[in-house]
């Protein structure tokens, strides 16, 4: 039981692999993969946020629709945003990252906040939530 328990909050965990964002001028991009590095930074093995050519999302410079600065789809893997945000593109990144770990809403505090912030205890407990942090 404790073993089936174990592989299914595993499974629950996701790796999504991005294509390299280059739709987005290339001085934002270092900002785009600063903030997949500041996620990896705090989550577990199996929910690293990776890049390469073959990867399955993409993170692309496409304004969202309903004047939304960012959107996230885990169905469609896809992340929009749009290429000036008011917080910055790594804070954007940031937040629409934590939607592609799997999470669904917004926190108190924090990047998974609306606007999104800096890392606090709220986006830990949101990451641990979905299996991605210890
Ligand atoms: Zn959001």
């Known amino acids: ?24 001028p290339p001085d934002l991009q270092p900002e785009i ?4 590095a500041d996620w990896n930074a705090r989550t577990l093995p199996g929910c690293e ?3 390469g050519e073959n990867g399955e999302w993409v993170f692309v410079n496409q304004p969202p629709k ?6 996230s789809s885990r169905r469609l893997r896809r992340i929009q945003t749009i290429a000036n945000p008011s917080v910055g ?9 934590g939607h592609a770990l799997g999470i669904d809403g917004h926190t108190a505090t924090g990047v998974m906040h609306d606007p999104p912030e800096e890392f606090t205890n709220d986006d830990i407990e949101a990451c641990r ?3 991605c942090c210890p």
């Open 1 to 24: 039981m404790r073993l089936a328990l174990f592989f299914l909050v595993g499974c629950s965990a996701t790796s999504p692999i991005f294509q390299p964002p280059t739709t987005f």
């Open 33 to 36: 993969l600063e903030a997949s």
């Open 49 to 51: 946020i990776r890049w």
């Open 66 to 71: 309903n004047g939304l600065a960012g959107w």
């Open 89 to 97: 593109m790594r804070a954007l990144a940031r937040h629409e990252f």
């Open 129 to 131: 939530d979905v299996g």
